[in-house]
């Protein structure tokens, strides 16, 4: 069955970088678009990013623009986003999901921004 396996949180100063790592499975990765999406404590989910089945086109929330870069290797099923330049207002649980996809969401992975 799909499945998506987010990793790469953690806890980190204002100014600072982590790099989110997921692992998708159980469907044909190459295919499809992928998301990055958070929730932050206390609010709704949102859309972070997303990324083509190909990697060439790439979109982003405003407040992340500049800051934050998607990424995917298809040979390897994984999906990347790369932050830096973090800000109190990034922490929340990050997760990935699948374009036309409307089953279960993964565990998701944790970032912390704080001093």
């Known amino acids: 069955q799909v499945q998506f396996v987010e990793s790469g949180g953690g806890l980190v100063q204002p100014g600072g970088s982590l790099r989110l790592s997921c692992a998708a499975s159980?469907?044909?990765?190459?295919?499809?678009?992928m998301r990055w999406y958070r929730q932050a404590p206390g609010k709704e989910r949102e859309l972070v990013a997303s990324?083509?089945?190909?990697?060439?086109?790439?979109n982003y929330i405003d407040s992340v623009k500049g800051r934050f870069t998607i990424s995917r290797r298809n040979a390897k099923n994984t999906m990347y986003l790369q932050m830096s330049s973090l800000k109190s207002d990034d922490t929340a649980v990050y997760y990935c999901?699948?374009?036309?996809?409307?089953?279960?969401w993964g565990q998701g992975t944790q970032v912390t921004v704080s001093s």
């Open positions: 999901y699948r374009d036309s996809y409307f089953g279960s």
């Open positions: 159980g469907f044909s990765f190459s295919l499809y678009g």
């Open positions: 990324i083509s089945s190909g990697g060439d086109r790439r």
